[in-house]
């Protein structure tokens, strides 16, 4: 339920991310212009009092974070969802945890995108005219708090959360590596051996020493009854959902777009491709979410926040 998308950890140039951010929307512009100039009346009305979004990997995978699905999209020999499971780590915590070393790695390595960036102008513009905002997310990399949103949702957890399993403590931790064991660990070549390290060396909880999970939910777990609640909150009497970079195939996400749809609110869905969903949409986005968000919304590359520099990032 966490799984997001693959790429390199070579950070990101910021100017050359910009540069080919510039190309990539001079090439959607052109196809979207004509009809954004009807549907963007339709998305930011007077009218329109309280927005939610919703965010998923397809998002994230646009700032080269692995979805570690489909083809290709294994770790080591392993499938993201024969990992993140309960079981899983009860069997072998050093595995699991390698495989979570590597991705905060690749995420710390990792920008926000114009689609970040543009949601948190968005949220400002919100607040600045006294609408609703409420930003979901399912995925657990951050990347939204590094473009400026807050208050936002994480459905999924967080990569830079832990959770003790004996007293369950829950802390922020950005340590890298989080443990001195962990260190040089994680390496998704199939070929690399499992390091095996011993539960006492992996990391443990400061208040009782217990052993440390990433706060994150996982496959069989449910979501918070806090974050259900937010959720209710954020989705009942919506007039608009914007949907990005998910296919909302599994529930309770699954059930957000007919639940606003039904209640009368406008769902516009932005991803690559059609999806279960868009049936349901009224407006349907078809590109990169970093190109299409900010167009949709009416948000120039020029009115987006500079994306922070390597020595500048905390990730």
């Not at 790429?7 to 100017?15: A, I």
């Not at 990539?24 to 998305?43: P, Q, Y």
């Not at 868009?278 to 919304?297: D, E, H, V, Y």
Request: hydrophobic share 35%.
């Amino acid at each position: 339920m966490d799984s997001e998308p693959d790429g390199s950890c070579e950070r990101v140039d910021e100017q050359d991310m910009v540069s080919a951010m510039s190309v990539e929307v001079e090439c959607v512009a052109s196809r979207l212009v004509d009809h954004l100039a009807i549907e963007h009346s339709s998305l930011v009305s007077s009218c329109v009092q309280k927005i939610a979004v919703l965010t998923g990997a397809g998002v994230s995978a646009e700032s080269g974070i692995p979805t570690f699905r489909g083809e290709g999209g294994l770790w080591r020999t392993w499938n993201a969802t024969e990992l993140a499971t309960p079981e899983a780590f009860r069997e072998s915590p050093s595995l699991v945890w390698e495989f979570y070393h590597y991705r905060r790695c690749v995420v710390a390595k990792s920008l926000p995108n114009a689609s970040h960036y543009a949601l948190a102008v968005l949220q400002q513009r919100c607040e600045q005219e006294g609408k609703e905002f409420t930003l979901l997310t399912q995925n657990i990399d951050g990347l939204h708090a590094q473009a400026g949103s807050t208050d936002f949702v994480e459905l999924h957890g967080s990569l830079w959360k832990t959770r003790c399993c004996h007293c369950n403590d829950v802390r922020v931790n950005r340590d890298m590596p989080i443990c001195a064991a962990l260190d040089g660990k994680g390496a998704p070549d199939p070929k690399t051996t499992d390091a095996g390290i011993k539960p006492m060396d992996l990391p443990r909880c400061k208040q009782c020493n217990g052993l440390l999970r990433p706060h994150v939910v996982w496959f069989g777990e449910a979501l918070e009854s806090r974050v259900l609640r937010q959720v209710d909150s954020a989705l009942q009497n919506c007039d608009l959902l914007l949907v990005a970079g998910t296919s909302a195939l599994v529930y309770p996400a699954a059930g957000y777009v007919p639940l606003v749809s039904a209640l009368g609110g406008v769902v516009a869905e932005f991803n690559i491709e059609d999806t279960p969903a868009s049936r349901s949409c009224r407006f349907k986005f078809r590109g990169p979410s970093a190109c299409t968000i900010p167009q949709a919304l009416g948000i120039s590359l020029g009115q987006l926040p500079q994306a922070p520099s390597s020595s500048d990032s905390s990730a």
